[in-house]
């Protein structure tokens, strides 16, 4: 079952979905308070708040905040993943993959480092799958993607080009208040560097 999905991706998306199960069913809120993303500083002013382990620029990746925000990861890294694995192989995709989720997690805690306010907890694997995005867009440019909302199709260069530059404008503007988008595109920072680095060597 689900062989066609090949072996990285679909036990990436078994951890998350097992992650989720067990956030689910756990009385206490310690999966946030020690494995999301909490900032490196806290502002004077700011006491009781979990603070930053450096296990956690990877666990965050891990974890979501309701099932809608786990489906569109899953299907995104569904999506993008799957080809990306196919092409650079098991080792490489990972290292892609961790790339965007490390920059990602650098990315929002130098963002919070500069903007400051209440410490808030960062989780999700969209970093990753920006990150994925944009490697798929750079190796299928051509390639037909559909938006979900609306439902217009378009070249994977177009569709990441796209979503970096609506990422860049809420960040800048603050609205969707709650969302990461200066980790989105620190994943997507970080797929390009690990790409750069690689075809270098």
Not at 124 to 129: D, E
Request: aromatic content about 18%; overall charge positive; some cysteine.
């Amino acid at each position: 079952m689900f062989d066609f999905v090949p072996k990285v991706t679909r036990t990436l998306i078994f951890i998350n979905v097992i992650v989720f199960f067990l956030q689910t069913i756990l009385t206490s809120a310690l999966p946030i308070e020690w494995f999301a993303l909490w900032p490196a500083s806290v502002p004077p002013g700011y006491v009781g708040y979990p603070r930053f382990e450096p296990w956690q620029v990877i666990t965050y990746a891990f974890l979501h905040g309701g099932v809608n925000h786990l489906f569109l990861n899953m299907l995104g890294l569904y999506m993008f993943g799957s080809d990306v694995e196919r092409v650079f192989g098991e080792k490489r995709f990972l290292q892609i993959y961790f790339s965007s989720v490390i920059t990602a997690a650098l990315f929002q805690m130098i963002f919070y480092s500069l903007m400051g306010g209440e410490p808030s907890p960062t989780i999700g694997a969209s970093g990753g799958v920006f990150g994925l995005l944009l490697t798929y867009a750079l190796c299928f440019p051509k390639r037909t993607v559909m938006l979900l909302i609306p439902p217009i199709p378009m070249p994977a260069w177009l569709f990441a080009t796209l979503y970096g530059a609506i990422e860049l404008f809420q960040g800048i503007a603050g609205t969707q208040s709650g969302v990461a988008h200066f980790a989105h595109l620190g994943g997507m920072l970080g797929a390009w560097l690990f790409l750069k680095y690689w075809r270098r060597r």
